[in-house]
């Protein structure tokens, strides 16, 4: 199997072309495949309910109502003039708000900010890749990893921050492992990791992990150059503490901490509200543990079957290498979930951002399988049990020409693009479930109430922002306050009175969600019901609109 030769400089200072054909040809696949999800969704919506456009999940609708809140002169708020933390994404927020300051229209506008991204995390995988590798092919078939996996394009078209976060980690990975060899550490990198937490507060977890890795490196420097004894273990501890990137943590600290006060200061927690209302912490491997770490397991195989036992491998193997960050990476952000409880629905979208990352490992941990086999020493160990024939038919394709490269790229890249029709058809669906459902609502709740009636909703984005009412969310994200009743053995009356007290005039929920309060027609009226045809991303199949007479 040959391999491509590092990026090369020519005389005269410019990259050969040559070069540039691999992260271009990623770009070009990558804006084919957006458009080819966009345009089927388009036919597919149109013919439907007559609206051409839309987002797959209400979650994008709540970022366009800070994003014009914001750009309003709202500050960050979900109801004009009431400042809360419920964006878990305020760069992401902040991003749109200007998009919709220099005249774009949502949720299009959204949209094309999201695939943007995309494209931008491509790059992004492609320049890890070759880092990480040394290798243009291999670079640009991680790449293609990840520009040909549904969830990515899904995601590409969400108008969500998955993208500009997976970029920016991306980005901020390759910054600390070349700072890691270098033995010191840059603000460029620390800015890049402030950037990530500001897109989404896993951000936190992965500069944590980029400190502790840097540390153990600094560690082991300092272990093998001097030979402590036991006596001076504590001036040794405290020699390397000295070593810490101060400055570049202060950079972090000061990217971060204007949003973190924010919270503190309007909620009393210094994380967003999603994380108090819906996350429940425990650290014993109950059955909701076990059952976050199955659905990871799950998505990791569909994702890219073939490239599994490499990507194992890879993550085990680079604990012992310099790039170690990406092992940490792709095995702490599952287990965090899983230690939160956090539903990894939607497709997985949480842990969609470490697509990139299990594509350049996964790459990477192939190429150290073919240098292993390569090696006759290595492969003299297993001949015992693989048996003579076996190790040297394999040693045989190891070492094989071009041909067979592209053989294996083509089997790769198919074990990713498997998918595509199927998230296409989904990704269709979900959008049209979200115009029929929320989008329609919105805007009957626009045309059969008035501007002053508070409106209470399980699913605060869609409605809220083509209506415009005052919004109370009953899922706690942008009125914490209501996470105590939601939680209480008693929620049924502790809402109403909640409610009541709000002087909240229509309540809009899916009935699965609160049986209690849709049994309760003595303050509740139904006056609209919508029921899916096919439920693909929703809460519910039916959102009911209820008027509410709380004098009753």
């Known amino acids: 199997m040959r391999t491509s030769q ?32 966009a345009l089927n969704a388009h036919h597919f919506t149109e ?33 004009p003039g009431q400042p809360t933390s419920g964006s878990t994404a305020p760069l992401w927020t902040l991003l749109l708000a200007g998009v919709y300051l220099a005249g774009g229209d949502f949720p299009i506008a959204g949209q094309a900010l999201s695939a943007a991204c995309y494209l931008a995390m491509l790059a992004a995988t492609y320049a890890l890749g070759k880092q990480l590798t040394g290798r243009r092919w291999a670079a640009w078939l991680a790449g293609m990893v990840v520009a040909l996996n549904g969830r990515m394009v899904w995601a590409g078209l969400s108008a969500l921050e998955i993208c500009l976060f997976a970029a920016l980690s991306l980005l901020a990975i390759g910054a600390h492992l070349h700072d890691r060899v270098a033995h010191r550490y840059r603000l460029r990198t620390a800015a890049l990791f402030g950037l990530a937490a500001l897109s989404r507060p896993e951000g936190y977890l992965l500069f944590a992990l980029a400190m502790a890795d840097y540390m153990w490196s600094i560690q082991r420097i300092t272990a093998s150059n001097q030979r402590l004894p036991e006596s001076r273990f504590t001036h040794h501890v405290l020699r390397i503490l000295r070593q810490l990137p101060l400055l570049p943590i202060a950079l972090f600290a000061l990217i971060i901490l204007p949003y973190l006060l924010f919270s503190y200061h309007t909620s009393g927690h210094l994380l967003p509200n999603t994380c108090h209302a819906k996350a429940a912490v425990g650290f014993l491997p109950d059955r909701a543990f076990r059952d976050s770490l199955s659905v990871s397991a799950t998505y990791l195989i569909l994702d890219n079957p073939l490239l599994l036992p490499f ?30 409880r956090a539903s990894l629905y939607q497709h997985g979208r949480y842990l ?7 594509a350049v490992v996964a790459v990477w941990g192939m190429l150290e399988v073919r240098k292993f086999l390569l090696n006759r020493k290595g492969a003299k160990k297993y001949r015992k049990s693989l048996g003579a024939l076996c190790v040297f038919a394999v040693r045989k394709l190891a070492s094989a020409g071009r041909w067979t490269v592209v053989v294996i790229a083509v089997l790769v890249v198919a074990g990713t693009a498997w998918r595509l029709p199927e998230m296409a058809t989904l990704y269709a669906w979900n959008v049209d479930n979200i115009n029929q459902m929320h989008v329609a609502l919105g805007h009957w709740i626009a045309e059969n109430t008035s501007p002053g009636d508070g409106v209470a909703l399980n699913d605060i984005g869609a409605i809220t922002y083509i209506a415009e009412r005052k919004a109370v969310d009953l899922a706690g994200l ?55 045809e096919r439920n693909t991303i929703a809460g519910g199949e039916t959102m009911v609109v209820y008027r509410a007479n709380w004098q009753r």
């Open 352 to 358: 969609m951002p470490l697509v990139p990352c299990n």
């Open 6 to 37: 590092r990026i090369s400089e020519p005389t005269n200072g410019k990259p050969r072309i040559c070069n540039l054909l691999p992260p271009i040809s990623l770009l070009l696949v990558g804006s084919l495949v957006l458009g080819a999800f």
């Open 311 to 340: 990507l194992l491998f890879g993550i085990i193997l680079l604990l012992y290498k310099p790039a170690s960050l990406l092992s940490l990476w792709c095995a702490a952000l599952p287990l965090a979930y899983a230690f939160i």
């Open 47 to 79: 013919g439907r309910s007559g609206v051409p456009w839309g987002v797959p999940l209400d979650d994008a609708w709540i970022h366009f109502q800070f994003a014009r809140n914001l750009a309003r002169g709202d500050g960050l708020s979900f109801n």
């Open 478 to 532: 942008v009125t914490p306050e209501i996470t105590p009743a939601m939680r209480s053995p008693a929620q049924t009356q502790q809402l109403i009175d909640y409610l009541a007290g709000q002087d909240v005039a229509y309540v809009v929920i899916f009935p699965n969600w609160f049986p209690g309060l849709a049994e309760r027609s003595d303050v509740l009226t139904e006056v609209r019901r919508v029921t899916l």
